[in-house]
C-alpha cells in the first residue's frame, strides 16, 4: 500500500518560514519524480515545485526564490523550505509521486495534505 505522508505545515506570520515533509511508503521512492502542490477551496490544485532523482528542479514563478524542494532518497523524504511566507501561499500542501513506467504505466499517489497559513 503506497503512503505519502505530509507533516509541517500551520500557522505563520508574513515574511516567516516553514519547512513540510513527506514520507513515502510503498513505492521505490528514488524511482518516483516527487512535487509538491498547493490547492485553495474552490480552486485547482497547482504545481508549486517538482525534483526528480538527479535533484532536477521546477517551481512555480511565485514561488521562485523563496521556497526550495529537496529529497533523502535513502528517508524516502521530500521537503519543501517555505521562506519569505506571504498571505497569498496559504493553501493545502499536497506531495505527490509521479512517474510513468514503460511497463506498467503512469503512477501517481498523493498524500492527504497539510494546511499553511500565512496570517498576522
Known amino acids: 500500500q503506497v503512503q505519502l505522508v505530509e507533516s509541517g505545515g500551520g500557522l505563520v506570520q508574513p515574511g516567516g518560514s516553514l519547512r513540510l515533509s513527506c514520507v513515502a511508503s510503498?513505492?521505490?521512492?528514488?524511482?518516483?519524480?516527487m512535487a509538491w502542490y498547493r490547492q485553495v477551496p474552490g480552486s485547482q490544485r497547482d504545481l508549486v515545485a517538482s525534483l526528480t532523482s538527479d535533484t532536477y528542479a521546477q517551481y512555480a514563478d511565485s514561488v521562485r526564490g523563496r521556497f526550495t524542494i529537496s529529497r533523502d532518497n535513502a528517508e524516502e523524504t521530500v521537503y519543501l523550505q517555505m521562506n519569505s511566507l506571504k498571505p497569498e501561499d496559504t493553501a493545502i500542501y499536497y506531495c505527490n509521486a509521479h512517474q510513468v513506467f514503460p511497463t506498467w504505466g503512469d503512477r501517481d499517489y498523493w498524500g492527504q495534505g497539510t494546511q499553511v497559513t500565512v496570517s498576522s
Open positions: 510503498g513505492i521505490t521512492f528514488s524511482w518516483y519524480v
